[in-house]
């Protein structure tokens, strides 16, 4: 999708009509690939599906009333919990410019810039991180669900304390990159309008992230665990949060306002939810609690460093006098994200912390990077 837009727009110039077409289009194709994906899987699987039927007792009857009530009494909350963030963002859309009105004096046109910078621009750029992070995060869940079921209490704190970690080892390091090369960055998809805010933006937008990243992953782990109408009170308890908090943090901080309130709102859901899990299946506390420190450690390190390139660069290009265009910042984005990448990825491994998260594959890396 991101694709589609940038090439239309910046590479052919051509209409935001068609570059909206087709990237809802891509939307499309990915939908088609996964309906593939689980008819293949399904062909794959078709004899071991008829040999269960074949050896079945049958003795087992649900009636098709008791069937629907509890699919939907699994997929209401599961629609809720998934558009948890959309939701926050529908409650940006309808109250921004409301609020922006009596705060400013800014015109319409001034008003949907600042909404986009925010709403549009930096969203989807962290809702890479987010996606990426989350997905990996969640994979986890299969086998949380298979403990539950088997009543082995021990095995789902493991796999909650793996959930957790997994994510923090891929979303701190992530955000806080990307808040690094927030102004690189910013340039190569919105070029140079409103950079310094826009680069702003998507600084706090990284940070922001973290909270919505955690909230998709924990609300996920709440439904393995069949807590899906819980998960949902506590989702409904930090969209009041963000009610309440949205007309005081825009009218006084703008574009950022709503930022921040999406990110307390997220922030009481989160730790609503991890509090109940934490009390009804527990944690691998000690575990977390090194994880916690060590990668937010390594990752502070890296966004030093990633920024102290980004800067270096910067200076280079105005010493040379270059203009910033897309080209150069791309450049310098490649460059920062390459570098702190190294330097987390050689922290991780040189400490071992990646051996909680990666098991026995972090050995193979560290033999392939020759790293002690």
């Known amino acids: 999708m991101l694709l589609t837009a940038f090439i239309i727009m910046r590479l052919l110039h051509g209409s ?17 690939a996964g309906l593939a994906t689980l008819g293949v899987y399904y062909l794959r699987r078709r004899e071991d599906f008829r040999h269960l039927v074949r ?34 963002m529908l409650i940006d859309q309808f109250t921004f410019f409301k609020i922006m009105k009596m705060a400013t004096n800014y015109n319409y046109t001034t008003l949907s810039d600042l909404y986009a910078m925010f709403a549009v621009n930096s969203n ?26 088997n009543g082995d209490k021990t095995e789902i704190r493991k796999q909650n304390s793996n959930v957790l970690g997994l994510f923090m080892f891929v979303m701190i390091p992530a955000a806080l990159g990307m808040a690094a090369i927030a102004g690189p960055l910013n340039r190569v998809f919105y070029g140079t309008s409103h950079q310094a805010l826009g680069a702003n933006i998507l600084t706090f937008s990284s940070i922001i992230s973290i909270p919505m990243g955690m909230f998709v992953v924990i609300s996920a782990v709440m439904q393995g665990l069949s807590q899906n109408r819980r998960a949902v009170r506590f989702f409904a308890v ?14 006084f ?4 306002g709503p930022l921040l309130s999406t990110g307390i709102g997220l922030t009481v859901a989160n730790w609503l939810i991890l509090r109940y899990m934490n009390r009804h299946f527990g944690f691998e506390k000690h575990m977390l609690d090194i994880g916690f420190r060590k990668i937010t450690k390594y990752s502070l390190f890296m966004y030093v460093i990633a920024l102290i390139t980004v800067y270096g660069l910067n200076f280079i290009v105005q010493l040379v006098g270059n203009p910033f265009g897309r080209t150069v910042s791309l450049i310098v984005t490649l460059v920062a994200v390459g570098i702190g990448g190294l330097v987390y990825i050689y922290l991780a491994l040189k400490s071992r912390i990646a051996d909680m998260i990666l098991g026995p594959r972090s050995v193979k890396l560290r033999r392939l990077l020759k790293i002690e």
């Open 16 to 32: 935001w009509v068609h570059a909206v077409a087709q990237s809802t289009f891509a939307a499309f194709i990915g939908a088609v």
């Open 55 to 88: 050896n079945s007792d049958n003795q087992i009857h649900v009636e098709a009333k008791q069937l629907y009530q509890e699919i939907i009494a699994q997929a209401v909350p599961f629609i809720i919990l998934g558009a948890g963030i959309t939701i926050f």
């Open 124 to 149: 989807k750029l962290i809702m890479i991180t987010v996606s990426l992070s989350s997905a990996l995060a969640i994979t986890a869940v299969p086998m949380l669900s298979e403990a539950l079921t």
């Open 238 to 251: 930090g969209t009041v949060v963000k009610f309440i908090l949205q007309w005081p943090c825009t009218y």
């Open 253 to 256: 901080l703008g574009s950022f």
